[in-house]
């Protein structure tokens, strides 16, 4: 302690409290101290180096604290307007105050009259939080300085000088009460994440948590969107690790505070650095060779594959309006459930708004998620790519994300996704591929075209119309291996096609009505024409992506309503991006 000069004295207004260097420049103090910063300077000394007089600081960071007693994030960082020759203070592990036999507690505070400073003797109650915030101290003796106005802010400190915690409050200061509180340094940490690198944690090298806290200033210095802190988190603890916090994380360095205070695998900071690195430059991390027991790297694949979010839809059982609602992401071919719900169909939108991003979480932070809706038959139309993101974002999820439909029954089908796996092989090996049209108002039989698209090898089928125009050929679709499909979602039928089938021509009929040379275009055969332009040459793995972009085009034009893309809706089947065949969650063998 005698070298403790890193205690300050920190006054703005007509509020006294303490303060501790923790920096070069920066001190830690209650957000309450400083209250007034706004409208009064906030001055600091130390008196245990007086030549360097009073200096001017600014409060650069807040814990969010309210104005009253009982609020939390009573934190306040200050900033002095230079660097000060004094050594900071040294930091105790976070669990240091209340390890049997609990220590005495030294805190320097400037209660009135004291201006130099003065002591006061104090323990932790119990390793027990208040309210998730507070360790409660008590009196060290039944004498001596209690802690009261003045010590607020003042770092808490074990015998040896090193800090455990930053006393807040006087409980009370009677001869029959002499308590306070304080915030231990993991609760400070929540509030000022950066003090992670200063602590030291059990089971963490020091090394380890310095080349943590140096990539994390990298991603700042990097502008920000290096990566996001939910699926950084998720990466980093794995499948068996603690989940997501409700809420998710604001920002890396409360993500990287929270693996490095709340999860008990050490290695899990090791890996949540190792993915950082990765993302800053753009390759993949070499593995740590002092840490023997990480997972090897897997091998990297020869081409990015999709990481899905599924939102599967599925008649209840309770009711016709009653539906169940599963939400989950694929992760290292394990599915991932998020939630599960029976819900009214007025309510799917809102539950389903209110996962997504959960969901998204759990993926790699490096993946390339696609938003998968699995309906019943009857839903494929459902405009679910012009849903919002959520209440407070209006972005359709068809603008958000890359985003496709499929069959339910198709998907949980044996057969069928046998034959996909095939099918998606042949097309792995090639470029773009064919679009075998379905004709606005066609007169082929539903066996035919069946038997048109497995002659053809078909992998991705158009149709002018909507399914319920061409029900028994849309049918078709889904009944043979197709991997893709795309139709108009909405649409009226043209006045050449309006009416039923006509005989041909050469069973002796008369052509088709609308059909001649001044016949309005038919807007199905426009719009195949133009789907078939737009995918020619994209590999039909990027379909779910160049109907993102087509999305985005339509939404950005000056009349999205006339856009041919609008609507579009895109059927994208293929089974080895959900390799783990499941029961419904709700069913007992799930």
Not at 34 to 50: C, E, I, K, L, Q
Not at 242 to 258: C, D, E, K, N, V
Not at 316 to 345: I, M
Request: proline letters at 10%; glycine letters at 10%.
């Amino acid at each position: 302690m005698r070298s403790a000069a890193w205690q300050a004295r920190i006054a703005c207004g007509d509020e006294v409290g303490a303060g501790f260097l923790v920096t070069g420049r920066r001190l830690l103090t209650c957000a309450h101290v400083v209250r007034r910063s706004d409208r009064a300077a906030v001055t600091v000394t130390f008196p245990h180096a007086r030549e360097l007089g009073e200096l001017s600081a600014s409060v650069v960071a807040h814990g969010g604290w309210a104005g009253e007693v009982t609020d939390p994030g009573d934190v306040a960082v200050l900033e002095l307007d230079r660097d000060v020759p004094l050594a900071p203070a040294g930091f105790a592990p976070p669990d240091a105050a209340y390890t049997e036999p609990y220590p005495r507690l030294v805190a320097y505070g400037f209660p009135q009259g004291y201006d130099e400073g003065t002591l006061a003797e104090c323990q932790a109650v119990s390793g027990q939080l208040i309210a998730g915030e507070w360790l409660e101290l008590v009196a060290w003796q039944g004498h001596g300085q209690p802690l009261v106005d003045g010590f607020s802010g003042a770092a808490a400190t074990l015998p040896d000088g090193r800090v455990a915690g930053m006393v807040t409050a006087a409980v009370g200061s009677s001869p029959d009460v002499r308590k306070g509180r304080m915030l231990p340094l993991d609760v400070l940490a929540r509030y000022w994440p950066e003090l992670g690198e200063l602590v030291p944690t059990p089971g963490h090298r020091d090394d380890a948590r310095r080349r943590l806290y140096a990539l994390l200033r990298r991603a700042v210095a990097a502008g920000g969107g290096v990566g996001d802190p939910n699926r950084l988190y998720v990466d980093a603890v794995g499948a068996f690790g603690p989940p997501l916090p409700p809420g998710g994380f604001p920002s890396l360095w409360a993500a990287a505070a929270y693996v490095q205070w709340e999860v008990p695998d050490p290695q899990a900071m090791t890996r949540f650095a190792d993915r950082l690195l990765e993302l800053l430059d753009g390759e993949p991390a070499l593995p740590d060779t002092a840490a023997p027991d990480a997972p090897a790297p897997a091998a990297a694949s020869a081409a990015p594959a999709w990481s899905p979010v599924v939102v599967e839809i599925d008649h209840s059982g309770a009711g016709p309006d009653q539906v169940t609602v599963e939400v989950s992401a694929y992760r290292d071919g394990r599915r991932r459930p998020v939630g599960a719900r029976r819900l009214p169909r007025t309510g799917v939108r809102a539950y389903v708004q209110s996962r997504i991003d959960e969901a998204v979480a759990h993926l790699a932070p490096d993946a390339d998620e696609l938003v998968t809706f699995v309906l019943p038959r009857e839903w494929l139309n459902e405009a679910v790519a012009q849903w919002e993101c959520g209440a407070d974002d209006s972005t359709p999820l068809g603008c958000a994300y890359p985003l496709v439909v499929t069959d339910r029954a198709r998907h949980h089908s044996g057969r069928l996704r046998h034959q996909l796996r095939k099918k998606w092989q042949k097309l792995d090996s090639g470029g773009g591929v064919e679009v075998h049209r379905v004709e606005c108002g066609t007169r082929e039989r539903p066996p035919s075209l069946r038997k048109r698209l497995w002659d053809g090898d078909a992998g991705l089928a158009g149709y002018a119309a909507q399914p319920t125009t061409a029900r028994q050929h849309f049918e078709v679709g889904l009944t043979v291996p197709v991997p893709i499909l795309l139709w108009p979602r909405t649409g009226s039928p043209c006045t050449a096609h309006e009416d039923p089938p006509c005989p041909s021509a050469e069973s002796g009929g008369s052509p088709r009505a609308g059909t001649g040379p001044e016949d309005p275009p038919c807007p199905g055969t426009a719009f195949l024409d133009r789907l078939a332009a737009s995918v020619a040459g994209v590999p039909p793995a990027e379909l779910p992506r160049h109907v993102l972009s087509l999305r985005l085009t339509a939404d950005a034009a000056d009349e999205p309503d006339l856009h041919w893309a609008r609507d579009l809706q895109l059927l994208w089947d293929d089974p080895r991006c959900f390799p783990e065949t499941t029961a419904s969650l709700h069913s007992p063998v799930a």
